[in-house]
T-cell receptor, first 113, second 118 residues
Framework: GNSVTQMEGPVTLSEEAFLTINCTYT??????LFWYVQYPGEGLQLLLK?????DKGSNKGFEATYRKETTSFHLEKGSVQVSDSAVYFC????????????FGTGTLLAVQP | GAGVSQSPRYKVTKRGQDVALRCDPI?????LYWYRQALGQGPEFLTY????????KSGLPNDRFSAERPEGSISTLTIQRTEQRDSAMYRC????????????????FGEGSRLTVL
C-alpha cells in the first residue's frame, strides 16, 4: 500500500544552518506530495506541495522537489531561524479518486540561537 | 471564527464511557476530515464527508467509532465504550472541494481534541 517514510528526529540545528529533512514514499500511480508543519500549540498547516514529477514546491524559504526516480520529496532550507522550530510532516495523496492524505511520522526540528 | 474549531480541547474519561468530539469547519468548506494521531506518529485517516454525505469511513478502526455531519457543517465523532487504546489526539480538518470532486490536498486543521481514557 501507499506509505511515507521520514527521517527520525529530533533534528537540532544552530540558527542560519542548512536544513534537510528526508522523505521517501511508496505509492502506485502518480501521487501528489506535501509538507505540512505544526508549530507548538497549533494545528497542522500546509507548507508546500508538488503535484507531478520534477515539480518544485516552495514557501517561506523552504523547498522540496518531487523526484520520481528516487521516490523522494526532501525538504530543504538554506538558512533556518529559531521561528522554524516545529514538527514537519511529509504526506502524499494518491493520484486516484481517494481524498485521503497519508502522513509520515513527523520530524521535530529545534533551532537554537 | 476564521479557523477550524474543535471541542473539547481536552477530554479525560473512564474506560467504558462514551465520548463525543465536535468539529466546526471553516465556513464554506465542503469537505471535512477526521484524523487520529498517536503520540510520536503522524495523523491517521479515519473518515471524511462532502457536505453531509460520509464518503469514506474505511479508516474507522471498529464499530465503536462513528461520525456524522447532519447539516453539512458541524461534525461529531463519537466513540462508544471507550478503551485505553483510544487515547490519542483527534484532529479535524476541512477543505474546499475542487470542481472535479477531489481535494487539492490543502487541509486546514484544527488544534485537535486530546482524549485520555483511564
Amino acid at each position: 500500500g501507499n506509505s511515507v517514510t521520514q527521517m527520525e528526529g529530533p533534528v537540532t540545528l544552530s540558527e542560519e544552518a542548512f536544513l534537510t529533512i528526508n522523505c521517501t514514499y511508496t505509492a502506485t500511480g502518480y501521487p501528489s506530495l506535501f509538507w505540512y508543519v505544526q508549530y507548538p500549540g497549533e494545528g497542522l498547516q500546509l507548507l508546500l506541495k508538488a503535484t507531478k514529477a520534477d515539480d518544485k514546491g516552495s514557501n517561506k524559504g523552504f523547498e522540496a522537489t518531487y523526484r520520481k526516480e528516487t521516490t523522494s520529496f526532501h525538504l530543504e532550507k538554506g538558512s533556518v531561524q529559531v521561528s522554524d522550530s516545529a514538527v514537519y510532516f511529509c504526506a502524499l495523496k494518491s493520484g486516484g479518486a481517494t481524498n485521503k492524505l497519508i502522513f509520515g511520522t513527523g520530524t521535530l526540528l529545534a533551532v537554537q540561537p | 471564527g476564521a479557523g477550524v474549531s474543535q471541542s473539547p480541547r481536552y477530554k479525560v474519561t473512564k474506560r467504558g464511557q462514551d465520548v463525543a468530539l465536535r468539529c466546526d469547519p471553516i465556513s464554506g468548506h465542503v469537505s471535512l476530515y477526521w484524523y487520529r494521531q498517536a503520540l510520536g506518529q503522524g495523523p491517521e485517516f479515519l473518515t471524511y464527508f462532502n457536505y453531509e454525505a460520509q464518503q469514506d469511513k474505511s479508516g474507522l478502526p471498529n464499530d465503536r467509532f462513528s461520525a456524522e455531519r447532519p447539516e453539512g457543517s458541524i461534525s461529531t465523532l463519537t466513540i462508544q465504550r471507550t478503551e485505553q487504546r483510544d487515547s490519542a489526539m483527534y484532529r479535524c480538518a476541512s477543505s474546499l472541494r475542487s470542481s472535479g470532486g477531489r481535494n487539492t490536498g490543502e487541509l486546514f486543521f484544527g488544534e485537535g481534541s486530546r482524549l485520555t481514557v483511564l
